[in-house]
């Protein structure tokens, strides 16, 4: 929740990345392409830091434009309930979300690995972080 959301006038920075609310230019999918190796949990967060790092501002609207339906219990055959491989998936995900961002000791000595997929340059992690 944002505090006092409801006397704000203008959107808000923002550190996140919501795949589902995702509004910008065009150019950002060139950019900033989502990795096709990232399964589910760790993707938005890797874009966020690499959306931040390629040069965008991330901004909250200030504002309920739109909202995502998140409940699925009256959804039947979710993916994971179908797919039942998507554990060994999602640990894969982990594993590079971790090694991309240098987290839980571990450190990205293969950034050619990631090539497009990898950090930006025009600002840093530790901004990010900041």
């Not at 959301?5 to 995702?22: C, D, G, N, V």
């Not at 594993?95 to 600002?123: A, F, H, P, Q, T």
């Amino acid at each position: 929740t944002i505090p006092d959301w409801e006397k704000l006038k203008q959107p808000i920075t923002s550190r996140f990345y919501s795949a589902h609310m995702a509004f910008t230019l065009g150019q950002f999918s060139v950019e900033v392409q989502h990795d096709p190796e990232f399964y589910f949990h760790g993707e938005e967060i890797t874009l966020a830091v690499r959306s931040f790092t390629h040069g965008y501002d991330l901004f909250h609207p200030h504002k309920i434009i739109a909202y995502h339906e998140f409940t699925r219990d009256y959804r039947p055959d979710k993916h994971w309930d179908t797919y039942s491989d998507w554990g060994n998936h999602n640990e894969k995900t982990y594993r590079l979300m971790k090694e991309l961002l240098g987290i839980d000791g571990e450190s990205c000595n293969k950034k050619e690995k990631y090539g497009k997929y990898g950090i930006g340059k025009v600002r840093s992690i530790t901004d990010w972080e900041n």
